[in-house]
């Protein structure tokens, strides 16, 4: 039977009722894009919620890919795709009970677990963050590493983010004090650029298609680059297993039948990126997505695509990576034990690549 699934736009539900971020907002219009796949109302079986951290991001493309290659509807799951632009606020909204999943930055699940969630990666999509820290053209003169930090106001999706996680790392490493910087929550997309031309950040941490868009304008210029493997090894020290499928250990652990045909569906996405163009990726993902035109889409994804696993599984180094880098800045971290195995498994994804 083929099952629906749906694309919504929706700010999470919190705990404590905390309000989205006004600045942050929604996700943008293109992450409202309706489904492509056939709808079959009459589907009894039970639905995955699934918060993507922006749908129309190319670092998250595989969810979305995943859909409408109808990769779901194959392996009979049905699973409904939410979009909310900072992975702090998706976060919040699989720890609440909203969502079952979470396609987000992996390090999430390190941090919840010194909080006493235990939450973990099932599907492994990247194996760096696909990240980019972007200077404005104004503020280059007076920004040309991450050195420079000291008294900059710099953007990042939301406070508590990954990309706030990865901006402190950035100026430590490079000897500028946490309290020395000004982290600003800018969201992505339309208002990260907005934020950049105002002169609200003087630099910021986004990804693609943002970074081809603010390049192709010339509105600002690359100074750190963590879409391929040597860029994150350049910039954290090694292999940084970013973006993922994570999920609540309890639930996967009673739901492991559908966990594996979600699993299946991705592992499945994953090869087929490996096997086909840029172009060819582009053609599949929603028109509305590509903002820049499609030429610049199709270059961001180009420019993105060595951070995406092949397999969905976890670069063995990977995790103590994650553990060093936010150990360095992170006092719930520092001087706490992170029991790394239990925040990620290869279980699922080791089955899916027995299919072939």
């Not at 942050?24 to 079986?45: I, M, R, W």
């Not at 420079?148 to 939301?158: H, I, N, Q, R």
């Not at 997309?189 to 950049?196: E, H």
């Not at 360095?328 to 994804?349: A, C, G, H, I, M």
Request: proline share 4%; hydrophobic share 40%; net charge neutral.
């Amino acid at each position: 039977m083929r099952t629906s699934i749906k694309l919504a736009k929706v700010c999470s539900t919190t705990v404590a009722g905390v309000m989205c971020l006004a600045l942050a907002g929604c996700a943008d219009d293109s992450s409202a894009t309706s489904s492509k796949v056939s709808a079959n109302e009459n589907y009894k079986g039970e639905t995955v919620k699934i918060m993507v951290g922006g749908l129309d991001k190319v670092i998250y493309l595989p969810a979305v890919l995943t859909e409408r290659l109808g990769y779901f509807d194959q392996e009979g799951v049905h699973v409904k795709l939410l979009s909310e632009p900072a992975g702090v606020q998706a976060t919040t909204s699989l720890v609440s009970g909203d969502v079952q999943g979470v396609v987000g930055f992996y390090d999430h699940t390190l941090d919840l677990q010194v909080k006493g969630k235990q939450v973990e990666s099932v599907v492994q999509l990247a194996q760096t963050p696909g990240e980019v820290e972007i200077v404005s053209k104004s503020a280059a003169s007076g920004l040309a590493s991450p050195k420079d930090f000291k008294g900059k106001k710099l953007g990042v999706t939301g406070l508590g983010s990954s990309t706030d996680f990865l901006t402190k790392y950035l100026a430590v490493k490079n000897g500028v004090q946490v309290s020395d910087i000004t982290p600003v929550a800018v969201g992505a997309g339309q208002t990260f650029i907005s934020a950049l031309q105002k002169g609200s950040i003087d630099a910021g941490m986004t990804t693609d298609p943002t970074v081809a868009q603010i390049v192709a304008k010339d509105l600002g210029k690359v100074l750190v680059d963590m879409r391929t493997p040597e860029g994150s090894r350049a910039a954290l020290g090694g292999l940084y297993p970013a973006s993922s499928l994570y999920m609540n250990t309890e639930w996967v652990n009673s739901h492991k039948e559908t966990v594996q045909k979600v699993a299946n569906a991705m592992v499945k996405t994953l090869k087929w990126m490996s096997e086909h163009s840029p172009e060819e990726i582009a053609a599949k993902m929603p028109d509305d997505y590509a903002k820049g035109g499609r030429d610049l889409y199709t270059k961001a994804i180009a420019s993105t695509l060595p951070m995406f696993t092949k397999d969905g599984v976890m670069p063995s180094d990977g995790p103590s990576t994650v553990l060093e880098v936010l150990k360095s800045f992170n006092p719930d971290l520092k001087n706490r034990t992170v029991n790394l195995s239990q925040t990620y498994t290869t279980e699922f994804v080791r089955k899916a690549g027995e299919r072939g």
